[in-house]
């Protein structure tokens, strides 16, 4: 079993910036990937940002150029700093870990709100 805890959500004007954490703990496997998922609602949910315990990133579309995954794998923690955040970005931000695909894990979802 793994657990996500996340950390670093809220309230920011269209423009602005935010960092989300995430960190796990549990049965971590060296070969990995984590990343982030976002559900509006009414919406799916949907890939924001991932990225693996080599440094292989990969982002929706609508993150790229603004938004930057990284994580420390000594700590198991994944980061996603967002900037230029558009009220479109408002939804509740989930951090995922899967081991190679095989088991997925969620974290309990981080709001962020972006206002006009």
């Known amino acids: 079993q793994v657990q996500l805890a996340e950390s670093g959500g809220g309230l920011v004007q269209a423009g602005g910036s935010l960092r989300l954490s995430c960190a796990a703990s549990?049965?971590?496997?060296?070969?990995?990937?984590m990343g982030w998922y976002r559900q509006a609602p009414g919406k799916q949910r949907e890939l924001v940002a991932s990225?693996?315990?080599?440094?292989?990133?990969n982002y929706a579309d609508s993150a790229k150029g603004r938004f930057t995954i990284s994580r420390d794998n000594a700590k198991n923690t994944v980061y996603l700093e967002m900037n230029s955040l558009k009220p479109e970005d408002t939804a509740v931000y989930y951090c995922m870990y899967n081991n190679r695909g095989l088991s997925w894990f969620w974290g309990q979802g981080t709001q962020v709100t972006v206002s006009s």
């Open positions: 990225m693996t315990n080599g440094g292989t990133t």
């Open positions: 549990g049965t971590i496997f060296s070969v990995n990937t």
